[in-house]
């Protein structure tokens, strides 16, 4: 049962995941859990049906690869990202920079708990981007379940404000 409300945008969603979530199903289970990441993008594609949305995903084990991404025209389409950037956020800024250019609300999602586990734990490039409208972490594959959950919820109550023919690029 859908939870969109009758009328209501279809809402285009970006989901970028960073460096070796490629991986996904086969690196460290207990951490990670077991599904591919075709299978979540599967389920994310069925829950954002539910919820009235669409999700592009894009998966890139190269920071350039994914700046190039963010910044195609088509992108600016979309109506907010969902973004599980891997070891990103420890150190990279140009990332940060594209995110901050797109001017997209976006939920930052991590599979395990980032203050517990890899290097430079204090450090995230993204804690002080205006734009991120939430975080989930330590779900496994549940971060992005609930981190599309609040993306959408977000979107709805703070839609952006229509482009007229003026304005339009």
Not at 85 to 101: N, S
Not at 127 to 146: A, C, F, I, M, N
């Amino acid at each position: 049962m859908p939870s969109e409300q009758p009328g209501a945008k279809a809402l285009a969603i970006l989901v970028v995941h960073g460096p070796n979530l490629n991986m996904l199903g086969k690196r460290d289970p207990a951490r990670y859990g077991t599904l591919t990441l075709d299978q979540i993008n599967q389920r994310l594609a069925e829950l954002a049906r539910e919820l009235g949305a669409s999700i592009e995903p894009f998966q890139s084990n190269h920071e350039g690869a994914i700046i190039d991404f963010l910044q195609r025209d088509s992108s600016r389409a979309a109506d907010g990202l969902l973004v599980n950037p891997g070891a990103l956020i420890r150190y990279a800024y140009c990332f940060r920079q594209a995110l901050v250019d797109l001017n997209k609300p976006f939920v930052e999602v991590h599979m395990s708990d980032i203050a517990r586990h890899g290097v430079n734990r204090t450090v995230n490039v993204l804690d002080d981007v205006p734009l991120r409208v939430g975080q989930v972490t330590g779900l496994k594959e549940h971060s992005y379940y609930e981190g599309l959950r609040l993306l959408v919820q977000h979107l709805r109550k703070h839609p952006a404000p229509a482009l007229n023919s003026n304005q339009a690029g």
